[in-house]
C-alpha cells in the first residue's frame, strides 16, 4: 500500500502498545490482590479504588479517540449528520430528536466542526456513561469488585463497545442519560433528597430529547416502583414535583417543534418500525408473530454476549445467583417485565414489524448491572472466576480499538469498501481545481455526501433533500457558482436525480440548464482500479435552460 497506510499503522501501533501495556499492568495488580484460587474475593483491593477504574476507562475512551483521527478523513452517516445540522440551530431536524444536535452545535460552536471535536464528544460522552454506571453500582452494592463487574461489564454490549465507536450519535446520547437516570433513580429510591428527584427529571427529560423510545424506561421505573410497597411511597414525596417540572421544562422546547412538525418528525420513524414497507395493515395474529419476533430477536442480539461472558467468567456461581435476588434486583425485575409489556404495546400500536437491537440500548443498558447484583446477593466471586472476567475484558478493550483500526484499510484490501472509504476530499479539492474558488452553494443528493463535501469546505453552505426546512444564506454569482452533486448510483442512465432538479430549481429558478460531468477517483485504502463515481452540475447565474 502506500505511505500513507504505513503512517497510519506506525502510529495506531504505537497506540496500541501503551495501551496493551496499561490493561496488563491492571490484570497483573488485579491478581496480585488475589491469595489463592479458590478464595473468595471479599476484601476490598487498591484496584477498585474509583481514580483507578475511571483512569483506565479514561485510557480506553482517548486510544480510541486517537484511533478516529488517524482514520481517514471522510464520514460515516451520523457524522455527516452532525456535519450538516451545524448549519442551523432550531427545536428539531427530522426523525431523531435534537439533543445529540444540540451538544454537538455547542461543542463545535467552540472548537470548530471537525472529526477531532466529534470524536471528543462521543468518547466523552461515553466515558461519562462508564463512569456513571460505576457510581451507581458502588452506590447499590458497596463493593468495588462488584461495581467493577457492572461496569466493565458493559463492555460485553456489542451496541455500546464497538457500534457506538464506529458511528452511533443519538443511540450515544441515549444511552448517557440511561445511565444517568439510573444512578439518579437508584439514588433516589436509597437516599431521597431534592437534589436526587430533579436529577431524575432532568435525566427523564434529557433521554426524551435523545431518543423517542426513552420513554419506556421511566415509565417502566414507574410501573416498577409502584408494584412494589417498599418503594411505593417515593412516588407521593412532595419532592416529585421537581421531577416532574424539570423533566417538562427539558421536554417542552421539542415538544412544541413535534406539534408543529408530526409528520417530519415520525415519518421516517415508522416506516423503520415497519420494516421500511409501505404501511399496509396488516392481520394482528401476523402483526404479533413478526413484531414480537423481531424483538425477542433483538433483545437476544443484544444481551446474548453479556450473559455467555458472565456465564463463561463465573461459571456455576452466575447458574446459581439467578435464583438470589435483593431488594435491587426484584425492583429491576419488575422494571424489565414492565419493560416488556410496553415495548410489546408499541408493537400493537405502530404497527411494528422490525426492531433493530441497537433501539434497545438506552432500555437494556442496565443488564450488566443486573446480573452484578446477582451475583452480589450470591456474597462472594472466586478469585479464578474475577480472573476470567477480568481477561475476557481485556480481550475486549484491545479488540475493540484494533478492529477500529484496521477495519477501513482491510475493507480496501478486500474490496468491500465502507463510507471511510469513498474519497470525498479528493473529490473537494478536484471541484476547487475547476472552478477557482469555492462555489456559493452545494446541493447534494443525500445526507452523508452534504456532510462529507461540507466538512472540507466549512465556508460553503451544503443543502440536503432531507432537511428541508433548512435555508441557506449564499452567494450566487459568476464566481460563486451554485454545485449540485450526487453519486453516480442516484441517477439513471446519467440523467439529472429529479430530487436534485427540484432543488436547483427552487434555489437557481427555472431557466437554468444542467451539463452533467463525471469525477471518478480511487477509493482510500482501494485496490487498483477500483474508483467510485460521482456526477456534478456547475450552475451560473447567466446559463438559460435550453429550449426544447
Not at 288 to 306: E, H, K, Q, R
Not at 503 to 518: C, I, P, Y
Request: with cysteine; charged share 15%.
Amino acid at each position: 500500500m502506500h505511505k500513507g497506510f504505513v503512517h497510519f499503522h506506525e502510529a495506531v501501533f504505537s497506540h496500541e502498545l501503551r495501551y496493551q501495556a496499561l490493561v496488563m499492568r491492571a490484570e497483573h495488580v488485579a491478581a496480585s490482590y488475589h491469595l489463592s484460587a479458590d478464595e473468595p474475593c471479599q476484601a476490598e483491593s487498591r484496584l477498585w479504588r474509583t481514580s483507578v477504574v475511571l483512569s483506565l476507562l479514561a485510557a480506553y475512551f482517548l486510544l480510541n479517540f486517537l484511533i478516529r483521527l488517524q482514520a481517514p478523513d471522510s464520514l460515516e452517516l451520523d457524522e455527516a449528520e452532525q456535519v450538516v445540522t451545524f448549519q442551523w440551530l432550531a427545536f428539531g431536524y427530522g426523525s431523531q430528536p435534537p439533543f445529540y444536535n444540540w451538544l454537538q452545535y455547542a461543542v463545535s460552536s467552540v472548537f470548530g466542526m471537525s472529526i477531532a471535536s466529534m470524536a471528543g464528544l462521543k468518547n466523552l460522552m461515553l466515558f461519562g456513561l462508564y463512569a456513571l454506571n460505576w457510581f451507581t453500582a458502588k452506590r447499590l452494592m458497596g463493593s468495588g469488585r462488584f461495581a467493577a463487574i457492572a461496569t466493565f461489564g458493559t463492555l460485553t454490549i456489542p451496541q455500546i463497545a464497538f457500534e457506538a465507536q464506529r458511528d452511533l450519535t443519538h443511540t450515544v446520547g441515549a444511552a448517557f442519560c440511561a445511565a444517568l437516570f439510573a444512578y439518579a433513580f437508584f439514588s433516589t429510591l436509597a437516599k431521597p433528597s431534592l437534589k436526587h428527584y430533579a436529577l431524575t427529571g432532568l435525566a427523564i427529560g434529557l433521554g426524551m430529547i435523545a431518543k423517542y423510545n426513552f420513554v419506556v424506561l421511566p415509565a417502566s421505573a414507574l410501573i416498577a416502583v409502584l408494584w412494589l410497597k417498599e418503594w411505593r411511597s417515593r412516588l407521593f414525596d412532595v419532592r416529585m414535583l421537581a421531577t416532574i417540572g424539570l423533566a417538562l421544562l427539558v421536554i417542552t422546547p421539542h415538544a412544541a417543534w413535534i406539534i408543529a412538525n408530526f409528520t417530519q418528525a415520525s415519518h421516517t420513524t415508522l416506516e423503520k418500525l415497519r420494516g421500511m414497507q409501505s404501511p399496509s395493515m396488516p392481520d394482528t395474529p401476523d402483526l404479533l408473530d413478526n413484531g414480537l419476533i423481531s424483538l425477542s430477536v433483538a433483545a437476544i442480539g443484544f444481551s446474548g454476549l453479556t450473559i455467555l461472558v458472565f456465564w463463561i467468567a463465573f461459571g456455576r456461581t452466575f447458574v446459581a445467583s439467578l435464583a438470589a435476588e435483593s431488594r435491587w434486583t426484584r425492583l429491576i425485575e419488575r422494571l424489565l417485565l414492565a419493560m416488556a409489556v410496553c415495548l410489546a404495546t408499541v408493537i400493537l400500536v405502530t404497527d411494528a414489524e422490525h426492531i433493530k437491537d441497537r433501539w434497545l440500548t438506552p432500555l437494556l443498558l442496565i443488564l450488566p448491572l443486573y446480573l452484578a447484583l446477582k451475583l452480589s446477593a450470591m456474597g462472594t466471586v472466586t478469585t479464578a472466576a474475577m480472573k476470567r472476567f477480568l481477561s475476557i475484558i481485556a480481550i475486549i478493550m484491545i479488540t475493540v480499538p484494533a478492529v477500529l483500526a484496521l477495519r477501513i484499510p482491510v475493507s480496501g484490501l478486500l474490496g468491500r469498501y465502507e463510507k471511510l472509504n469513498i474519497p470525498h476530499r479528493a473529490v473537494v479539492e478536484q471541484l476547487l481545481n475547476k472552478l477557482g474558488k469555492p462555489p456559493g452553494l452545494i446541493i447534494a443528493s443525500d445526507t452523508p455526501l452534504a456532510g462529507n463535501l461540507h466538512i472540507h469546505l466549512l465556508d460553503v453552505p451544503a443543502f440536503s433533500p432531507f432537511y428541508p426546512q433548512f435555508k441557506p444564506q449564499f452567494e450566487w454569482t459568476p464566481e460563486r457558482p451554485i454545485v449540485a452533486i450526487w453519486r453516480k448510483d442516484d441517477s439513471l442512465l446519467g440523467n439529472v436525480p429529479d430530487d436534485i432538479e427540484e432543488w436547483v430549481d427552487t434555489f437557481a429558478g427555472h431557466d437554468v440548464s444542467l451539463k452533467v460531468e463525471t469525477i471518478a477517483l480511487p477509493y482510500i485504502y482501494g485496490r487498483p482500479n477500483d474508483n467510485y463515481e460521482f456526477r456534478y452540475a456547475v450552475i451560473y447565474p447567466t446559463m438559460p435552460r435550453a429550449r426544447p
